[in-house]
Structure formats: structure tokens, C-alpha cells
């Protein structure tokens, strides 16, 4: 078979990284901030902690907020068995999306104030991971993703909170990412005003560890949750 000539290596791995937009994912104001390569995308879900998961049940719209983890072009959610959230995207359509704040925008006029942000949407249909072995690696995933290197430290999930337990993959292929960073937009002839503009930017602080009062005895910290942060993994 003739190997494939370098630049088609480049065009498929070029397309591989970029997100088609769709009808659904198609950003239509300020579409400059848009942002569909996979890498945006990845980088903000797992800097992420927190997602909001939209369905419908009987007609009427609900958000939830929940955990979750990418694992490659994965996002899975886990909840109780008769979680209403996953049972409703189990086969049917979500749109679920995670937000980052990176600060506030102060411009010289009201009406031009906004916020630094990276955020994801993502369309899709979940599907419930059965098989055993996909169902505890997704597992895995969100507890590190929270607090990576935990998990190999905690107990394993016993047979009854296994089963207890219900895992939804939502696929990553339909989905967008918005960024807005940078200083205010004014109108050019407010430039003049004197009233004071500029980013108010934010990061999210994590406290000291406090020790559980039930533990038995003292105990060293984990080095990852004495060192806990979540580092940005996009610029
Ligand atoms: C913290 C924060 C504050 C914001 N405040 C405002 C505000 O006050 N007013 C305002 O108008 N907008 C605000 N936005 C932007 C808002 O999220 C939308 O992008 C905006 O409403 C424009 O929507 P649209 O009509 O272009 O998109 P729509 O036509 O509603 O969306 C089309 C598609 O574009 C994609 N898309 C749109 N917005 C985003 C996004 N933020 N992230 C990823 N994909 C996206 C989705 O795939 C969506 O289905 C804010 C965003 C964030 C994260």
C-alpha cells in the first residue's frame, strides 16, 4: 500500500485537531472569540472542576451542576442509579457547559463592562458505560480529575457502590469554546473620559488542607493535596 505523502499527514492531523462547527455550535456573536481547536477545548475542561449538564424532562427544561472528567474525546458524569439528570441524557440530547473566570472587565462606559472567561459548550447524546472495566476507569478519571494521584491512595469501590452507581459518556465531537481575554473595548471617543478602566484578573486560591477530626492518628498530608492547585493549561 503507498504511504500516505506528508502533506496529507498534515491536512488529516490538522482537521483531527480542529472541531467541525455545527448549526448548534456555530458562535454567532463576536465570533472572533470562538475558539473550535480540540486542544482550547481540552485545556478548559480539564482545568475545570465543575460542569452544567441542560435536559428535559416532560417538556420543561432543568441545569444541573455536576462533576465530571474528560478521558481523550470522553466526558463522563457518574451519579446514583436513579439519578433523573443521567437517566434523561441516557440516549438524549445535552448541552453541557464549564466555565472559567479569569477576571472583570472595567471599561469607562456601563454598557461596555465584561468579564475574561474561557468557557465550553457541548452538545451530545450520553450512553451509559456498562462494561465493568470502562465503568471503573471512568471512575478513576473523575476522582483524578479532581485531585489527581488520589486515587490509587483511597479505598477501591466495593461491589455494592459499584453497582449503586451510574456512569455516562458524553461524547466530545459537537462542541465549541469561547474566550474572551484581554482589556476593556471602549468606543474610541470615550478614551477621553476620565474614569479609570482596566482587568480586575481573579485565580482561584486553594486553603491549607484541614485534617478530617475523625482520622485515628496524625498523619502527614498527601503531597498532592498539601500542593493542591489546578494550573492553567491554556494561555
Ligand atoms: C462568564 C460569562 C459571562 C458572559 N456574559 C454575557 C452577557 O452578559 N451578555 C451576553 O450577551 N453574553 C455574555 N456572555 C457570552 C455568552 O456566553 C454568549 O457567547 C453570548 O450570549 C452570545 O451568544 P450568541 O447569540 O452568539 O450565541 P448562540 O447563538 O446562543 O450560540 C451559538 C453557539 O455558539 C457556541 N457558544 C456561544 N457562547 C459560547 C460560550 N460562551 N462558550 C462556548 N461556546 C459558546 C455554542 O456552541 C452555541 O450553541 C458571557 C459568557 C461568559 C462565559
Known sequence: MPSESPAVVMYREITMSTI???????V????????????????????????????????????IPTAYARDGRSLYLHGAKSNRMLRAIIGGETCISVTLLDGLVIAR???HHSINYRSVVIFGKGEEVTDPEQKLHALHCVVEHI????????????????????????????CSAKVRKGPPVDDEEDHLLLVWAGVIPTKQRWMPPEPDEL?????????????????????
Not at 456573536?29 to 481547536?37: K, V
Not at 498530608?221 to 493542591?228: E, K, W
Request: proline content about 9%; glycine content about 4%.
Open 20 to 26: 467541525q462547527p455545527t448549526t448548534r455550535t456555530k
Open 28 to 63: 454567532c456573536r463576536i465570533p472572533g472569540r470562538a475558539d473550535y481547536e480540540r486542544t482550547t477545548v481540552e485545556a478548559i475542561l480539564d482545568e475545570g472542576l465543575i460542569c452544567h449538564v441542560a435536559f428535559v424532562v416532560d417538556g420543561k427544561p432543568y441545569l
Open 109 to 111: 462606559s456601563v454598557m
Open 147 to 174: 485531585i489527581p494521584g488520589r486515587w490509587a491512595d483511597a479505598r477501591q469501590p466495593n461491589d455494592q457502590e459499584f453497582a449503586a452507581t451510574l456512569v455516562v459518556r458524553v461524547p466530545l465531537d459537537e
Open 215 to 235: 482520622l485515628t492518628q496524625p498523619m502527614e498530608v498527601p503531597a498532592y493535596a498539601a500542593a493542591y492547585s489546578r494550573p492553567a493549561k491554556y494561555e
